[in-house]
């Protein structure tokens, strides 16, 4: 291997001269006394390897021995990943000891005791190649695959499967052959590089299926695609953590894996906390069991923040690998590109629009890309679904990190101030935000399967009502309310209609935090009853009055259970109150 | 001052910036602090034997033969129970006269909290303000700032919450404290009473700006002591954090780094959010809360400091004067406190969340009656009840000089909406209005 000798330290960024070849992105090991602090090759000039350090440099000194390991940053995949508390190196985050995290201390991701009942999946003989699912293990839950080594170029042969049994996840459960006759034994773990995507399937397909977060204004409006991307940036106050947080319960997914990535402790403990005792609303299962946390918040080293995004795309991949629906949100995205600024302007680099690297769009691009809806050389299909925030500086939209981002997500879920300072929860604004899988022949086949054919152009309808009521809001105010036709005071209400039963949802009511697509059925033909029905009101003073009763009505619906004595009760007083509002 | 022993004496200084100086030594640590010329400097940078150093007070009149000692250690403060009651400088030396505190030596700005080691913060911390009990409820482990303009009464405020807020200790963080402001906070805790549970680190503007840098570090490490050693709940104060960016700013300008939006640098985020996430709620009870104060340009939010804050800390409080009343408030629209929802409905009444929002959209719906006014147009009798609420909603519940428990806040709410609206306009679900609102229309429909 590969060694070499401190030369320089500027804080976390450390110069090496080494003896021997080294390679991009390889990691090593400084030794300072009895800690070993892991650090990445980011650049090499001649002997001199540039290493961003993922611990504090404090205490470092020149002339420390510096080991090259030969492989990028991996991780380790396997059973067990799923309710485990990872920092952005993949280290488990409750094998630790103590109150501080002591730098240095890396510990096994992956439970070395713990045993799993494996079945084989694959015979004698039977040709495999890269992920092929060679047998199963029973993880909480899931059916997790245990699976050929990615990196297969070609196909090889199953020699062995060990019986159906128990066994720890290092005991060899098969070994394969090629046909130059090499053998390679297998467990139920395998190693691979984060920055590289696992490209195991056989096609990437265009997302044909829809991600249910029970979000009314996500769901109905603007929907998400399985496999799908979508980004939510707003300015800080606007509930981004929240929308992610409540997304991250409700979501329709096999899998959730939620990088928080340079943002607070406490929303972190929030899940921590929670998840254990919370239920997904599908299987009734606890949260957690479901769910992984790769977890590097703001006070955290900043260069395994770097990290953290791709270690948590990696195990995303691994699970779609599985034939899963993988749901992977980041919070925030905004945080890993300022932990490429920082390194960037400490090797000096050039630097491009608000001193972010130059090569930061394509970083995201490629970043975005690895999600997607994939069909697996079996035939069977995964998916990862990515979600990220950003948080622009300022709350302005037009910043390297929202740009770049907007490029490559399909999905764009405005938070806006303006909404926030009105508590009008959640702040995704009806205008700005949009899906570009409301346009996809695949999504609105989906649709119009589920939901019938008038779905989407029901949709439709709804949405340009919402920009009717802002232009009639805009007139209102520019020329009062009686210098306006009453019509523009109904266009108004009906918009306000829409906004306070449709697009805002209580994220901390138990009952209106999750719509199902039922309820967004009903909602969605409800609401396009009233808006097309054409109200006759003597004078504007009563336009609003009226639509604040059946605003009140409609949203006491939202807090009680689905045609519950409760909810007939206010869907029949509403009614009522319809038919009083064609006489006034 | 003092230097033991073995400590090898360099005297050979080859580059002298503003803020540093350069020479060559070898086997030093990064960050470890040194005596250059009798003034505290930190090793910021070594490249082979050349070692970069940056001295706190500046390097005015230091010669290229001046005496360098390094410590081999860095920056320390001594921690025990005799903190408290005791004013310190930014190095954690004495300035109140008395002697130097005896106690075990801890580095500062050391390492986090493992994430799973922190509890879930649910005790509130009562301050007798509505504007932060009712609205922007603060709990123990968070972090919160108020955004201020230079000409708001920020400290006489943070100075009062202190005051109030139920804490074991309270750590104060002064940095650029003009020496009134100093003298002001100190008569204050004098005459509360309550000297014995404070402690300060000061750096006024008679102190080198750099210095201030070390202040918030010593301040966390003497709250980190108490909420770990002794379970205590600890109120920390930093006022004020724009200054200290400002701080930041001077010396990677000086270390030529690339500044990024408005001249700051580029890691602007890491560095507050390691001193903010200190903030913390320990399982044993011990905590650390921390109040700051950021001042704004203009009550400009964009600007990289407030905006960057915004971003680490759990809500921020504004302040605001409101005409109507001709009083200080807590500005209800863009004030927050991210984890009001832990305590609210479950340490509080159960209808302080929907009261709490009730009120807040009249108070807007208000704000919007008043631009109809202000633009000339007539006002409906819905805008005019608003408007009418939003002075008694000021005078009787937001006025930092309303000193009340959390349930009076809530009963004076529902007093004001009984007096200005009907039941149907409030949009409070109904199984909590049957049991508070007293007005016509209850139980009626």
Redesign the interface.
């Known amino acids: 291997m590969t060694r070499g000798i401190v030369?320089?330290?500027?804080?976390n960024l450390i110069?090496v001269e080494v003896d021997g070849p080294i390679s991009q992105n390889e990691i090593a090991y400084l030794q300072n006394n009895d800690e070993r602090l892991m650090s990445e090759v980011i650049r090499i000039t001649g002997k001199t390897a540039y290493m961003q350090c993922f611990e504090?440099?404090?205490?470092?000194?020149?002339?420390l021995p510096v080991e090259f390991s030969g492989e990028m940053l991996e991780v380790e995949l396997g059973p067990g990943l799923l309710s485990k508390?990872y920092d952005g190196l993949q280290s488990d985050?409750?094998k630790?000891e103590?109150?501080?995290?002591?730098?240095g201390e890396y510990t096994a991701a992956l439970n070395e005791e713990k045993k799993y009942e494996f079945a084989a999946l694959a015979t004698v003989g039977e040709r495999v190649n890269a992920g092929f699912w060679l047998g199963e293990v029973k993880e909480n839950w899931v059916n997790h695959k245990i699976m050929a080594p990615f990196n297969l170029a070609s196909e090889w042969i199953v020699e062995s499967v060990a019986a159906n049994g128990i066994y720890g996840i290092h005991d060899v459960i098969a070994v394969i052959r090629n046909d130059a006759g090499e053998r390679m034994e297998l467990s139920m773990t395998q190693r691979w590089p984060v920055k590289i995507p696992i490209r195991a399937y056989r096609e990437k397909s265009r997302p044909y299926r829809l991600m249910e977060t029970g979000y009314r204004i996500i769901d109905t409006f603007n929907p998400l695609a399985e496999g799908g991307t979508g980004f939510i940036p707003g300015?800080?106050?606007c509930g981004k953590?929240v929308v992610q947080h409540t997304i991250s319960r409700n979501a329709s997914a096999d899998i959730i894996i939620i990088a928080a990535c340079?943002e607070?402790?406490?929303e972190?403990?929030?899940i921590?906390?929670e998840f254990p005792e919370l239920e997904d609303p599908r299987t009734g299962r606890k949260l957690f069991e479901r769910t992984t946390v790769i977890?590097n918040?703001?006070?955290?080293p900043?260069a395994a923040r770097e990290a953290s995004v791709y270690t948590a795309m990696t195990i995303g991949e691994y699970y779609r690998q599985m034939g899963l629906s993988v749901l992977l949100l980041a919070d925030s995205t905004s945080?890993w590109a300022?932990a490429l600024?920082?390194m960037s302007?400490r090797l000096?680099e050039l630097?491009g629009p608000?001193?972010f690297p130059m090569d930061l769009p394509a970083v995201i691009a490629n970043f975005y890309a690895r999600a997607g809806m994939v069909y697996l050389h079996n035939g069977a299909s995964g998916a990862v679904t990515f979600i990220g925030t950003v948080?622009p500086?300022?709350?302005?939209l037009k910043e390297p990190v929202t740009e770049s981002t907007k490029k490559v997500a399909q999905c764009f879920y405005a938070l806006s101030q303006k909404r926030a300072?009105?508590?009008r929860y959640p702040a995704i604004d009806p205008h700005d935000s949009y899906s570009k899988y409301l346009e996809s022949p695949e999504i609105q086949q989906f649709l119009s399967e589920r939901s019938g054919p008038r779905w989407v152009s029901d949709v439709l309808s709804l949405k340009n009502r919402m920009l009717r009521g802002k232009e009639a809001q805009d007139q209102i105010?520019i020329l009062?309310?009686?210098g306006v036709p009453i019509d523009y005071h109904v266009d108004f209400w009906k918009s306000e209609l829409i906004d306070a039963v449709l697009i805002q949802q209580d994220a901390?009511d138990p009952i209106d935090s999750f719509a199902s697509v039922e309820r967004q059925e009903y909602g969605l033909e409800m609401l396009k009853k009233i808006c097309d029905r054409k109200f006759r009101f003597q004078s504007f003073?009563a336009v609003?009055?009226y639509f604040?009763?059946i605003?009140?009505s409609l949203?006491?619906m939202n807090?009680c259970d689905f045609n519950s004595a409760p909810f007939k009760e206010f869907e029949a007083?509403f009614k009522s109150m319809l038919n009083e509002g064609d006489v006034s | 001052m003092q230097s033991s022993a073995f400590q090898m004496i360099h005297t050979k200084i080859e580059k002298i910036t503003k803020a540093t100086v350069s020479l060559e030594a070898s086997g030093i640590g990064n960050e470890e602090m040194a005596w250059v010329d009798n003034r505290l400097a930190q090793v910021v940078k070594i490249n082979k034997n050349q070692v970069t150093l940056q001295v706190y007070v500046g390097t005015e009149g230091i010669s290229t033969n001046a005496e360098v000692v390094f410590l081999g250690r860095p920056p320390v403060l001594k921690v025990s129970e005799h903190l408290a009651g005791r004013f310190f400088d930014a190095y954690g030396q004495p300035i109140d006269g008395n002697p130097e505190v005896e106690g075990e030596e801890r580095e500062i700005g050391g390492p986090s909290v493992n994430p799973v080691c922190r509890e879930q913060p649910s005790e509130l911390i009562a301050t007798g303000i509505a504007g932060i009990d009712l609205n922007n409820t603060i709990v123990t482990g968070q972090k919160i700032p108020f955004f201020a303009d230079p000409d708001q009464p920020y400290n006489e405020v943070v100075a009062n919450v202190a005051l109030k807020a139920q804490a074991d200790k309270i750590i104060l963080g002064g940095m650029g404290l003009s020496n009134d402001d100093y003298l002001y906070f100190k008569a204050l805790f004098e005459n509360a009473g309550a000297l014995d549970k404070i402690i300060s680190f000061i750096n006024t503007t008679e102190n080198p700006p750099v210095e201030r840098l070390l202040v918030p570090d010593m301040a966390l490490s003497a709250a980190e002591y108490f909420a770990v050693d002794k379970n205590e709940k600890v109120l920390v104060l930093l006022t004020d954090m724009t200054l200290y960016a400002d701080a930041l700013a001077i010396v990677s300008n000086k270390m030529d780094q690339i500044p990024s939006k408005d001249s700051m640098p580029g890691s602007l985020y890491s560095d507050l959010a390691k001193l903010y996430e200190k903030a913390v709620q320990f399982p044993k009870g011990g905590s650390i809360t921390i109040i700051a104060v950021t001042t704004l340009s203009g009550g400009d939010i964009t600007h990289a400091i407030p905006d960057n804050t915004g971003y680490i800390t759990e809500g921020q409080l504004f302040l605001r004067t409101d005409t109507d009343i001709g009083k200080v408030i807590v500005d209800p629209f863009r004030s927050l406190s991210r984890l009001k929802q832990l305590v609210i409905g479950t340490k509080t009444r159960e209808d302080h969340g929907q009261v709490m929002n009730a009120a807040i959209r009249l108070y807007a719906d208000a704000a919007e009656a008043k631009t109809k006014r202000d633009n000339g147009f007539d006002l409906s009798k819905y805008d005019k009840r608003c408007i009418d609420f939003a002075r008694d909603y000021s005078r009787h519940l937001l006025a930092i000089d309303v000193n009340l428990d959390t349930k009076a806040m809530l009963e004076v709410s529902w007093r004001l909406f009984e007096k200005h609206f009907s039941l149907d306009e409030l949009g409070i679900k109904k199984a909590i209005s049957d049991k508070y609102w007293r007005g016509p229309g209850n139980n009626g429909n």
Do not use: H, W, Y
């Open positions: 030369t320089g330290i500027t804080a110069t504090s440099t404090r205490g470092v000194k020149v002339g508390n985050l409750n630790k103590g109150l501080f995290l002591k730098r300015p800080f106050g953590t340079g607070r402790a406490n972190v403990v929030e921590f906390t977890c918040t703001s006070n955290m900043v945080r300022q600024r920082e302007n000096e630097p608000d001193a948080s500086a300022g709350g302005n300072d009105s508590k105010s009062g309310d009686d901390f003073e609003a009055p604040k009763k605003i009140n949203k006491q807090f007083q």
